[in-house]
């Protein structure tokens, strides 16, 4: 008897942005969004973990703010930083675009990451991060904007 199942393997993890996570709306469909942003993150010398723009979410490794490069784990919590992207159909030709830039407060292994994470504070180094990858997203989509009446 040949037995098949189905399994369901995504990117996108089963989380939500922390609500102090910069949120914006871009006219733009999320895969291009996200490719947006995407591009504007490897720009900075971040390396990703996992990306999908069909799914609308991208995760890069652990990146050093001091040295300014990129590591599989966390063993300095005080200088690295994970971002996470998320973008989201809003309306028919605009999409939600979720930028959060975190630390670890600590090293705990018994602690699952995301209960020891914290988003980097305003005009932080990491705060820095996710304006620059949020504002490079949105100006690269300004110029696809459809003109009205055209």
């Keep these: 008897m040949l037995a098949l199942s189905c399994t369901s393997i995504t990117t996108r ?26 591009d504007a993150v490897t720009a900075l010398g971040i390396q990703m973990r996992a990306a999908s723009p069909a799914e609308g979410y991208l ?4 990146f050093d703010l001091v040295t300014h490069r990129s590591h599989r784990s966390n063993t300095s919590p005080e200088r690295l930083v994970r ?7 809003v309306t028919p030709s605009e999409t939600q675009l979720v930028v959060e830039t975190v630390y670890r ?11 020891v994470e914290l988003v980097a504070s305003p005009g932080s180094p990491g705060d820095s991060l996710t304006q620059a990858v949020r504002s490079e ?3 690269r ?3 696809k ?3 009205a009446g055209g």
């Design 105 to 115: 407060s600590t090293i705990d292994p018994s602690v699952p990451d995301r209960e």
């Design 137 to 139: 997203a949105k100006k």
């Design 13 to 38: 993890p089963n989380i939500r942005p922390f609500p102090l996570a910069s949120v914006d709306t871009v006219v733009g469909d999320p895969a291009a969004v996200l490719e947006a942003a995407r």
């Design 141 to 143: 989509l300004e110029g």
């Design 59 to 62: 995760e890069t490794r652990w």
């Design 145 to 147: 904007v459809p003109k």
């Design 83 to 89: 971002m996470r992207v998320w973008t989201d159909l």
